[in-house]
T-cell receptor
Framework: DTAVSQTPKYLVTQMGNDKSIKCEQNLGHDTMYWYKQDSKKFLKIMFSYNNKELIINETVPNRFSPKSPDKAHLNLHINSLELGDSAVYFC??????????????FGNGTRLTVT | LAKTTQPISMDSYEGQEVNITCSHNNIATNDYITWYQQFPSQGPRFIIQGYKTKVTNEVASLFIPADRKSSTLSLPRVSLSDTAVYYCLVGDERAGNKLTFGGGTRVLVKP
Protein backbone atom coordinates (compact mmCIF):
# COMPACT_ATOMS: atom_id res chain seq x y z
CA ASP A 1 0.00 0.00 0.00
CA THR A 2 1.52 3.27 -1.13
CA ALA A 3 0.94 5.93 1.50
CA VAL A 4 1.50 8.97 -0.72
CA SER A 5 1.14 8.31 -4.42
CA GLN A 6 1.61 10.75 -7.24
CA THR A 7 1.13 10.41 -10.96
CA PRO A 8 2.67 10.47 -13.42
CA LYS A 9 6.18 9.44 -12.42
CA TYR A 10 7.65 11.01 -15.54
CA LEU A 11 6.28 13.88 -17.58
CA VAL A 12 7.92 15.18 -20.74
CA THR A 13 6.27 18.07 -22.47
CA GLN A 14 6.95 21.11 -24.60
CA MET A 15 7.13 24.73 -23.60
CA GLY A 16 3.80 26.45 -23.46
CA ASN A 17 1.79 23.35 -22.66
CA ASP A 18 -0.45 22.90 -19.62
CA LYS A 19 -0.02 19.83 -17.45
CA SER A 20 -1.26 18.40 -14.16
CA ILE A 21 0.26 16.19 -11.51
CA LYS A 22 -1.99 14.28 -9.16
CA CYS A 23 -1.36 13.29 -5.55
CA GLU A 24 -3.28 11.13 -3.14
CA GLN A 25 -2.53 10.06 0.42
CA ASN A 26 -4.21 7.24 2.34
CA LEU A 27 -2.71 8.08 5.72
CA GLY A 28 -5.64 10.11 6.94
CA HIS A 29 -3.42 13.18 7.24
CA ASP A 30 -4.84 16.67 7.44
CA THR A 31 -2.09 18.51 5.60
CA MET A 32 -0.60 18.07 2.16
CA TYR A 33 2.27 19.80 0.39
CA TRP A 34 3.98 20.28 -2.91
CA TYR A 35 7.76 20.56 -2.98
CA LYS A 36 10.07 21.25 -5.91
CA GLN A 37 13.53 19.67 -6.02
CA ASP A 38 16.04 21.33 -8.29
CA SER A 39 19.21 19.94 -9.82
CA LYS A 40 21.19 20.79 -6.68
CA LYS A 41 18.82 18.64 -4.63
CA PHE A 42 17.34 21.53 -2.70
CA LEU A 43 13.72 20.81 -1.82
CA LYS A 44 11.66 23.98 -1.69
CA ILE A 45 8.13 24.12 -0.44
CA MET A 46 5.62 25.50 -2.91
CA PHE A 47 2.21 25.02 -1.36
CA SER A 48 0.54 23.53 1.67
CA TYR A 49 -3.11 22.71 2.26
CA ASN A 50 -4.74 21.87 5.56
CA ASN A 51 -8.17 20.26 5.28
CA LYS A 52 -8.58 21.58 1.73
CA GLU A 53 -7.61 25.12 2.66
CA LEU A 54 -4.45 26.79 1.40
CA ILE A 55 -2.14 27.64 4.30
CA ILE A 56 1.21 28.12 2.60
CA ASN A 57 1.80 29.73 -0.75
CA GLU A 58 5.43 30.48 -1.27
CA THR A 59 6.80 32.67 -4.03
CA VAL A 60 5.56 30.58 -6.90
CA PRO A 61 4.47 31.91 -10.32
CA ASN A 62 0.74 32.17 -10.86
CA ARG A 63 1.10 29.56 -13.57
CA PHE A 64 1.18 27.01 -10.74
CA SER A 65 -2.22 26.34 -9.25
CA PRO A 66 -2.87 23.69 -6.60
CA LYS A 67 -6.28 22.18 -6.15
CA SER A 68 -7.48 20.11 -3.22
CA PRO A 69 -10.88 18.47 -3.84
CA ASP A 70 -10.68 16.76 -0.46
CA LYS A 71 -8.07 16.39 2.25
CA ALA A 72 -6.72 13.17 0.72
CA HIS A 73 -5.93 14.77 -2.63
CA LEU A 74 -3.76 17.66 -3.72
CA ASN A 75 -3.24 18.17 -7.42
CA LEU A 76 -0.86 20.59 -9.09
CA HIS A 77 -1.74 22.24 -12.39
CA ILE A 78 0.89 24.12 -14.33
CA ASN A 79 0.01 26.48 -17.17
CA SER A 80 2.28 27.68 -19.95
CA LEU A 81 5.20 25.49 -18.98
CA GLU A 82 8.70 26.96 -19.19
CA LEU A 83 12.12 25.37 -19.43
CA GLY A 84 12.88 26.43 -15.86
CA ASP A 85 9.97 24.37 -14.59
CA SER A 86 11.95 21.22 -15.27
CA ALA A 87 12.51 19.58 -11.89
CA VAL A 88 11.26 16.79 -9.67
CA TYR A 89 8.02 17.65 -7.90
CA PHE A 90 7.23 15.89 -4.65
CA CYS A 91 3.93 15.61 -2.90
CA UNK A 92 3.95 15.12 0.86
CA UNK A 93 1.54 14.90 3.77
CA UNK A 94 1.64 15.18 7.52
CA UNK A 95 -0.75 14.73 10.40
CA UNK A 96 0.16 18.16 11.66
CA UNK A 97 -2.16 18.96 14.49
CA UNK A 98 -1.45 22.52 15.60
CA UNK A 99 1.48 22.88 17.96
CA UNK A 100 2.83 19.41 17.46
CA UNK A 101 5.60 18.34 15.16
CA UNK A 102 4.83 15.54 12.81
CA UNK A 103 7.11 14.22 10.09
CA UNK A 104 6.48 14.62 6.41
CA UNK A 105 5.58 11.59 4.29
CA PHE A 106 6.67 11.99 0.69
CA GLY A 107 5.59 10.47 -2.57
CA ASN A 108 8.23 9.21 -5.00
CA GLY A 109 8.19 12.31 -7.13
CA THR A 110 7.24 13.36 -10.63
CA ARG A 111 10.16 14.19 -12.91
CA LEU A 112 9.00 16.97 -15.20
CA THR A 113 11.06 17.72 -18.27
CA VAL A 114 10.12 20.71 -20.39
CA THR A 115 11.66 20.82 -23.86
CA LEU B 1 13.67 29.70 10.06
CA ALA B 2 16.96 28.33 11.30
CA LYS B 3 19.45 27.71 8.55
CA THR B 4 21.33 24.43 8.57
CA THR B 5 24.82 23.56 7.39
CA GLN B 6 25.98 20.00 6.82
CA PRO B 7 28.85 18.40 4.88
CA ILE B 8 28.25 17.89 1.20
CA SER B 9 29.43 14.30 1.15
CA MET B 10 30.92 11.51 3.23
CA ASP B 11 32.39 8.14 2.33
CA SER B 12 32.30 5.12 4.57
CA TYR B 13 32.69 1.35 4.48
CA GLU B 14 30.27 -1.40 5.32
CA GLY B 15 30.06 -2.12 9.03
CA GLN B 16 31.35 1.27 10.10
CA GLU B 17 29.48 3.88 12.07
CA VAL B 18 28.64 7.06 10.18
CA ASN B 19 28.18 10.34 12.00
CA ILE B 20 26.80 13.38 10.19
CA THR B 21 26.86 16.69 12.00
CA CYS B 22 24.50 19.51 11.19
CA SER B 23 25.04 23.07 12.37
CA HIS B 24 22.01 25.23 13.18
CA ASN B 25 23.31 28.21 15.13
CA ASN B 26 20.08 30.17 14.91
CA ILE B 27 17.77 27.46 16.15
CA ALA B 28 14.72 28.84 17.92
CA THR B 29 13.27 27.69 21.21
CA ASN B 30 10.33 25.94 19.57
CA ASP B 31 12.30 24.29 16.77
CA TYR B 32 12.66 20.55 16.45
CA ILE B 33 15.49 18.83 14.58
CA THR B 34 14.47 16.27 12.01
CA TRP B 35 16.52 14.06 9.71
CA TYR B 36 15.38 12.57 6.43
CA GLN B 37 16.95 10.02 4.10
CA GLN B 38 16.53 10.12 0.33
CA PHE B 39 17.39 7.36 -2.13
CA PRO B 40 17.65 8.07 -5.87
CA SER B 41 14.27 8.37 -7.58
CA GLN B 42 12.44 8.36 -4.26
CA GLY B 43 11.03 10.95 -1.92
CA PRO B 44 12.73 11.75 1.39
CA ARG B 45 11.90 9.40 4.23
CA PHE B 46 11.72 10.38 7.89
CA ILE B 47 14.52 8.90 9.99
CA ILE B 48 14.46 10.54 13.39
CA GLN B 49 13.41 13.68 15.23
CA GLY B 50 14.54 15.24 18.48
CA TYR B 51 14.47 18.36 20.59
CA LYS B 52 17.36 17.88 23.01
CA THR B 53 19.80 15.31 24.43
CA LYS B 54 19.65 11.92 22.73
CA VAL B 55 17.03 10.11 20.73
CA THR B 56 17.40 6.56 19.47
CA ASN B 57 15.23 4.39 17.28
CA GLU B 58 15.74 1.19 15.32
CA VAL B 59 17.45 3.06 12.49
CA ALA B 60 19.63 5.76 14.00
CA SER B 61 20.56 7.88 16.97
CA LEU B 62 20.39 11.64 17.21
CA PHE B 63 22.67 13.52 19.57
CA ILE B 64 21.82 17.10 20.46
CA PRO B 65 24.09 19.09 22.80
CA ALA B 66 22.69 21.37 25.47
CA ASP B 67 23.02 24.54 23.40
CA ARG B 68 21.16 22.84 20.49
CA LYS B 69 23.30 24.70 17.95
CA SER B 70 24.23 21.46 16.27
CA SER B 71 23.08 17.87 16.05
CA THR B 72 24.69 14.61 14.98
CA LEU B 73 22.95 11.80 13.20
CA SER B 74 24.61 8.48 13.92
CA LEU B 75 24.07 5.47 11.68
CA PRO B 76 25.45 2.33 13.30
CA ARG B 77 27.12 -0.36 11.20
CA VAL B 78 26.12 0.95 7.79
CA SER B 79 25.49 -1.31 4.83
CA LEU B 80 25.59 -0.63 1.10
CA SER B 81 21.86 0.10 1.19
CA ASP B 82 22.47 3.09 3.46
CA THR B 83 23.99 4.95 0.52
CA ALA B 84 21.71 7.96 0.22
CA VAL B 85 21.39 11.68 0.79
CA TYR B 86 20.67 12.69 4.38
CA TYR B 87 18.92 15.97 5.15
CA CYS B 88 18.88 17.87 8.41
CA LEU B 89 15.88 20.12 8.99
CA VAL B 90 15.17 22.55 11.76
CA GLY B 91 11.82 24.18 12.20
CA ASP B 92 8.63 24.62 14.09
CA GLU B 93 5.43 23.24 12.67
CA ARG B 94 3.61 26.28 13.98
CA ALA B 95 5.48 28.23 11.31
CA GLY B 96 3.34 26.32 8.90
CA ASN B 97 5.91 23.66 8.15
CA LYS B 98 7.70 26.03 5.81
CA LEU B 99 10.54 23.60 5.80
CA THR B 100 13.06 24.00 3.01
CA PHE B 101 15.57 21.24 2.75
CA GLY B 102 19.21 22.12 2.17
CA GLY B 103 21.50 20.24 -0.17
CA GLY B 104 21.91 17.35 2.26
CA THR B 105 24.89 15.08 2.82
CA ARG B 106 25.61 12.40 0.27
CA VAL B 107 26.76 9.30 2.07
CA LEU B 108 28.48 6.66 -0.02
CA VAL B 109 28.97 3.29 1.64
CA LYS B 110 31.67 1.21 -0.01
CA PRO B 111 32.13 -2.56 0.23
Amino acid sequence: DTAVSQTPKYLVTQMGNDKSIKCEQNLGHDTMYWYKQDSKKFLKIMFSYNNKELIINETVPNRFSPKSPDKAHLNLHINSLELGDSAVYFCASSHNPPGQNSPLHFGNGTRLTVT
Amino acid sequence: LAKTTQPISMDSYEGQEVNITCSHNNIATNDYITWYQQFPSQGPRFIIQGYKTKVTNEVASLFIPADRKSSTLSLPRVSLSDTAVYYCLVGDERAGNKLTFGGGTRVLVKP
